[in-house]
Every structure is written in structure tokens, then in C-alpha cells.
């Protein structure tokens, strides 16, 4: 494991441009247009920050980022570019290696599956999942309010159907106590939500839910994990791509302690197609972003946003990012000459070089780099030859992606989906129990009936017995985050009972049976 203090970068102005570990949690951008080198700064980024045992995520959204796994090699066609650049910067340890690496892919083909819950995910990252309007998104915290309150686990979205189709039954008592809750309201969500399950997000809801422990490892040799999302199917649903990134923010920076401006980072989490993150977003949901990535640098979290246009990262979390890599910009547009100013803009004045000009003049694999000093001062920005990686410039093969996964240190603990009792399973379970017992109601009588064990008391010791195993769940799975608009994890003891659907047994049995089932199941709540 390397013990340098700053990771090489290139050489610009004939000085060696680095990055200080210490300021590395001070978050960055690697900006430039298409096809200019931002893929290949990343990747030896990433392979630095490995190598120094810091732990990395990274999205690969083309395919290409898990060559980071294997060793490049002198028969790749662009090999003696490559060890031409090494020999120009002075790079005497030039060697080709690779790097430990971990595969995840939100729908379990590629990687790891990647699961949280409903109640992890929070009301307002599904409301802008979903695409719901202010009223919509009232109705669903009134959901999860209510879900919260009784003790109900929403893990996938079966649970969250489950639960809207109850509010919608019993809307005009969920009005009475939480606000006004609308039918049309809930039809809305419950279509939405069709719309996502549709969409393969379905994959994403449910246990064993991650522990975000599992992204801080390093391996034997001291060198931290690379992380490597396959995210090539995932890029087909942006807003999910950029919501569950988001969510995995939000969990580090509630999971992990503070640490202030620690030696280096615990983890360089790097954001590719950061501009999803913020299209279309409401200002409620930028200010959330922009208090995440300026709180969660006290974390030992280094946040690093790859777009193709500076302009698409909001002024409020642009100030956020003191480490920046420029690569070249194209001045087509009114707003591609807007960026180029903007751009320059944020440098730190070299009175040597015209920025803006030098924006649209880099060559490929050449940037303009500008990082945080000791002092916490931004360096002044250099024109830039970007050094080379040591990994593969390409994708893996199904092959070594096998082999990769075959020697991963969680192999088998996120593999298999566990479905356990929760909302979809209690309420079911309600309205099979209402059912009968209203029907013995008819047929023996409500005297006869309540001699009778009540028909839930099974469900009750069920939850007692789990109570152990859920309280055991990840701390991931258990914290509020409160910055999100999420509840905490309801007592697990009680999450087998809830109300019954009164509706359904007054329809199927008549007023009188229905009130009598529906006071027999509220006795349980108590």
C-alpha cells in the first residue's frame, strides 16, 4: 500500500500537479466534452486513491470502468501512447496492474445486487422517483407516517401497494387524523409506481438490504476496494440512476461518524452523469443536495461530480468542490461559450495562461487542473498532461467478470433475496383472518365467537421471534434520515400486526360483523 500524502496527476506548467489526500475530501469536478479524456482521469484517480487504501465507488455507465479489475497490457493498441505519456512525465515505475475490485449491479446480472427498503428510501426521493406533484407527495408521507406509527415494515413495493390500496379504502379515517387524502391522489401514486416496477426498479426494494460498511474495505495488501457499479442498463432509467445514488449519499453521510478533515479520505465516491442528479429536480431538492455534499465532507467522504458541462453542477454545489480537472470544452452553442466562461471563472487567476482560450485548445488526455493546496488555498490552475492508468482501457470479459465476482469478500451475502413479514403479508393475512371470522360470526354467533383465541395470536409470537433477527439488520437499515424525510425503523416486535381492513369484512359479512372483527383486531394494536 502506497503512504504518499498527495496522488500524482500529471505534469502542467513543467511542476507536478497532485492532488493532497488530506484535501481530497474536499470534493471535485472532472468536467469536458465528449471524448476528451475524462473516463481515463477518472481511472487513474481511482487506481491512486486504491492504491493508498482508500476505498472508491464508481459508476460505469459505458461498460468500460471494470477494466479498472485487470491489468493493462502491452498488446492493447493504444499501449505505446500510453507508455509514451508515462515516459514524458517522468514516471520511472511505470507498470502495467491491477487493482481489487468489487462488481454491483442493481438488477443482480452484472454484480452484487444493490437492495434497500421502501422505508430506507424515504418519502421525498420516491416522490421525485415517481415524478409526483406536492399533493401526491403529502399523500405518500401520510403513508409512511401511518405505516411508521403501526409498526409496519415497507421493504419492497408490493408493501407500498399494499399500503396504498389500504389508504385508499380507509381515506376518509386517514383524513380525519392525518389530512386531507384524496382517492384520485393515491390512484395517481399507485400508477406511478406500476410505472417504476415496470422501469426494474422493483429489484432495487427489498432485503438483505446493503450495509454500507461493505463499501470502506480494503483488501490483504492494505489496498482499498474499488467498488465498480454496472450501470450501462441502469443509464436507460436516469431518475433512478440518479435517485439511488443520491439515496447512497444520504446513508453515508448518516452512517458514518465524524471525522473532520481526516490523513485521506474513507471513501472517494465519484458521480458519472452528475447532470441527472440535478434535471428537473425542485430548489427544495438541490438545497438537500447541497447540505449532503457540504455536511458530508466532515465524514471522510470525497465527492467527485464527472459531467460533460461544468454549467449543469448548480452554483450552490459548484462552490462545494475545491478539486477540479478541466478537459476540453467546444464553443458550438451560446450555452457551450457560457460554460467556457464559466469554467474559467472558477479557477484560480494564472497570469501566464488565457483559460478560456486554452479550454477549447486541449488535446485529448490534457486538462486544466486545479487542486486544494495544504493550506486549504486552491493551487493555481496549470495547463496539464493527465497521467496514464495502469489498469485496462476497456470492459472485462463475462469470463473474468465471473472471476472477479468468484473471489469477492461478500460473495453470497447479498445474492439471494430473504422476504420476510411486512406490510403486504400483515395486511393480507388481515383480511383473511377478517374474513373468517366475520363468516363464524353468521354462522355461530359474536357470543361463541369471542370464547374463541383471537386468530392473529400466531402472527404476534412470529413477530416475537423475529424481533432478535430484525433488530440485528444493518445500520444502514436502522438509521433515521431525518435529512431526507424518512422515519426510522419501527419497532420490529410489532411489525406483525396492523389494522384490519374493515371494509372488506363489512362488505363480505354485513355492518354488524364488521364492526365486531374490526374492534376484535384493534384489540391487538393495544
Not at 493493462?72 to 514524458?88: M, V, Y
Request: with cysteine.
Amino acid at each position: 500500500m502506497g503512504d504518499a500524502k498527495e496522488i500524482f496527476l500529471g505534469l502542467g506548467g513543467e511542476e507536478r500537479q497532485s492532488l493532497n489526500l488530506k484535501r481530497a475530501n474536499r470534493h471535485g469536478l472532472i468536467a469536458g466534452a465528449t471524448g476528451t479524456g475524462k473516463t481515463v482521469t477518472l481511472q487513474g484517480l481511482a487506481e491512486s486513491f486504491s492504491a493508498n487504501g482508500v476505498p472508491v465507488f464508481v459508476a460505469d455507465v459505458k461498460g468500460d470502468l471494470a477494466g479498472i479489475s485487470m491489468a493493462g497490457s502491452s498488446t492493447f493498441k493504444h499501449a505505446d501512447k500510453l507508455e509514451e505519456r508515462a515516459k514524458e512525465l517522468g514516471m520511472e515505475d511505470y507498470a502495467y496492474s491491477d487493482n481489487p475490485a468489487i462488481f454491483w449491479d442493481l438488477y443482480g446480472k452484472q454484480g452484487h445486487p444493490i437492495r434497500t427498503t421502501i422505508t430506507e428510501m424515504g418519502p421525498l426521493l420516491l416522490a421525485r422517483l415517481m415524478d409526483l406533484n406536492n399533493t401526491q407527495e403529502g399523500v405518500l408521507n401520510i403513508v409512511f407516517r401511518f405505516a411508521d406509527e403501526e409498526g409496519l415494515l415497507l421493504l419492497n413495493l408490493e408493501d407500498l401497494q399494499s399500503m396504498l390500496a389500504y389508504t385508499a379504502e380507509n381515506a376518509k379515517e386517514l383524513s380525519a387524523k392525518y389530512g386531507n387524502v384524496s382517492k384520485a391522489s393515491v390512484g395517481a401514486i399507485q400508477r406511478q409506481l406500476l410505472q417504476l416496477d415496470s422501469q426494474g426498479a422493483g429489484q432495487f426494494f427489498g432485503e438483505p438490504a446493503l450495509e454500507i460498511d461493505d463499501f470502506l474495505k480494503c483488501d490483504d495488501q492494505g489496498r482499498g476496494y474499488i467498488n465498480v457499479l454496472a450501470a450501462d442498463q441502469l443509464m436507460r432509467s436516469p431518475k433512478l440512476y440518479a435517485t439511488f445514488l443520491l439515496w447512497l449519499l444520504a446513508e453515508l453521510f448518516e452512517t458514518l461518524p465524524e471525522v473532520g478533515d481526516p490523513e485521506k479520505p474513507k471513501l472517494v465516491f465519484f458521480f458519472d452523469e452528475a447532470h441527472l442528479l440535478f434535471e428537473d429536480a425542485p430548489k427544495a431538492l438541490e438545497d438537500k443536495i447541497e447540505q449532503v455534499v457540504r455536511l458530508i465532507r466532515s465524514k471522510g467522504v470525497g465527492v467527485y461530480f464527472v459531467t460533460q458541462n461544468p454549467v449543469d453542477i448548480p452554483e450552490d454545489v459548484a462552490g462545494q468542490l475545491g478539486n477540479r480537472v478541466q478537459h476540453a470544452l467546444r464553443a458550438f452553442t451560446p450555452r457551450d461559450k457560457k460554460a467556457i466562461k464559466a469554467a474559467a471563472d472558477t479557477f484560480r487567476i494564472n497570469p501566464e495562461l488565457d483559460v478560456e482560450e486554452a479550454i477549447t485548445e486541449l488535446r485529448v488526455g490534457e486538462a486544466l487542473v486545479s487542486t486544494l493546496l495544504e493550506d486549504g488555498a486552491p493551487s493555481i490552475v496549470q495547463r496539464t498532461l493527465i497521467k496514464p492508468p495502469r489498469s485496462r482501457l476497456g470492459p472485462v470479459t463475462a469470463k473474468e467478470r465471473a472471476i472477479i465476482q468468484s473471489i469477492s469478500p461478500y460473495d453470497g451475502k447479498y445474492d439471494e433475496e430473504i422476504d420476510r413479514a411486512s406490510a403486504e403479508e400483515v395486511l393480507a393475512q388481515k383480511v383473511i383472518d377478517a374474513t373468517e371470522t366475520a363468516k363464524e360470526v353468521q354462522e355461530k354467533g359474536e357470543e361463541e365467537v369471542r370464547k374463541k383465541p383471537r386468530k392473529t395470536k400466531s402472527m404476534w409470537e412470529k413477530a416475537l421471534s423475529r424481533g432478535s433477527k430484525v433488530a440485528m439488520g444493518s445500520a444502514a437499515s436502522i438509521a433515521a434520515s431525518t435529512m431526507l424525510g424518512k422515519k426510522s425503523r419501527a419497532n420490529p416486535v410489532r411489525s406483525g400486526v396492523t389494522s384490519v381492513v374493515g371494509s372488506i369484512a363489512t362488505d363480505l359479512a354485513g355492518p354488524v360483523a364488521g364492526r365486531f372483527v374490526r374492534n376484535l383486531i384493534g384489540g391487538l394494536m393495544r
